[in-house]
């Protein structure tokens, strides 16, 4: 009888089954041994993919830049932040939209690896709607949504529509002379205030349906909206409620009414416009 099977029986355990035991043992460590061999596998083959990926082959050898019409292809690339030669892997393209897209004209942009080596850019620009006041020569584009796309000379902003918040409009006069416009002194790529809302709605809704040619439209304090036509008459509008139906109406008036001799037309109740002198 051997040492084992005596040390066995002396603990009172077949042998056969303290043998089978050993086989378990022996089998947990060799799958022990297995996981940590394919662990270091996985990692050593992750780190050679990295270092290969990273290699001249898999660098950002070209970057293509397409839709602007503001800026330059090299602003562009200047912009994104990823010099030629950078690993394409490590490129994050949402870090590059967020950069490009802080340039002021810039609205959508996207961003595409193509690999083996070129980054593609694509930008879609903002359209200037209007003009804001911000001092007494110079004036802010804005587009839609209240974003400062450029401060140009209030001289060379006449074909936009002029945008101005006032505290009051006393009357068609004070609204045609555009004065105690409040000046915005707002930077670039920020958002005018928000009180230029539903001057904005209003501007939106001229450019998709031009009823007729406006060359300012105020909001007062208290929320009234008041316009000029290009021939000088002032246009009220109260509010931006039932707005598709004041705008029909005054198309509807300009088309079988004059507004000779008059000052101002009301639009209140869209239902009744009226010529006044208020």
Known sequence: MTATEHEARKMGIDPRIRERRNKVARSKGRKRLYLIVTVFIVIGGYFAVRALLRMSMFSVQKIEVSGSTHYSSAALISQSGIPLGYPLTEVNPQSVVQRIEQLSWNGAVIVKKRWPSTLQIFVRNRVALSAVPASSTTSLLVDQTGRVLAVQPSSSTGKFLRLCLMANIPSSKALGQSNGCEYQSTGLASYISPSFRSLLQLSVALRSDPVASFSELAASSAGEIDGVLSNGVAVRFGSTSQLDQKLRALQLLLSQA?????????????????????
């Open 258 to 278: 004059s507004t000779a001799g008059y000052t101002t037309v009301d639009l209140r109740v869209p239902q009744e416009p009226v010529l006044s002198n208020w």
